[in-house]
Nanobody, 128 residues
Framework: QVQLVESGGGLVQAGGSLRLSCAAS????????MGWFRQAPGKEREFVAT????????YYADSVKGRFTIARDNAKNTVYLEMNSLKPEDTAVYYC?????????????????????WGQGTQVTVSS
């Protein structure tokens, strides 16, 4: 079992920055792939970024590429999402998620179905 708790959301002006954190419980955190997803009102939950358990592989949605950075600290059981140059369209509830790595150091996935543990979400609001 893995429990995930997000933090760091808030209200920011367009062009600003935020850093989200996701603290995980469980001794096997380092063997999970981690992902960030977001859900805006009236829309489906969508992929944002993913990172392999080694941290060596990452992948981003086109809408955030070059602006967001995902990172993890396995010693602290924490994954981060650094968000820069925020836009009003980034407004959403952001969720972190954990999924099995199937023994691969570099496995990553943008599919919701690849993740079986989810946090409760943190609200990010970007004003214009």
């Amino acid at each position: 079992q893995v429990q995930l708790v997000e933090s760091g959301g808030g209200l920011v002006q367009a062009g600003g920055s935020l850093r989200l954190s996701c603290a995980a419980s469980g001794r096997t955190f380092s063997t999970y792939i981690m992902g960030w997803f977001r859900q805006a009102p009236g829309k489906e939950r969508e992929f944002v970024a993913t990172i392999s358990w080694s941290g060596g592989s990452t992948y981003y949605a086109d809408s955030v590429k070059g602006r967001f950075t995902i990172a993890r600290d396995n010693a602290k059981n924490t994954v981060y999402l650094e968000m820069n140059s925020l836009k009003p369209e980034d407004t959403a509830v952001y969720y972190c998620a954990a999924g099995p790595s199937y023994g691969s150091r570099e496995y990553i996935s943008s599919l919701k179905s690849s993740y079986n543990y989810w946090g409760q979400g943190t609200q990010v609001t970007v004003s214009s």
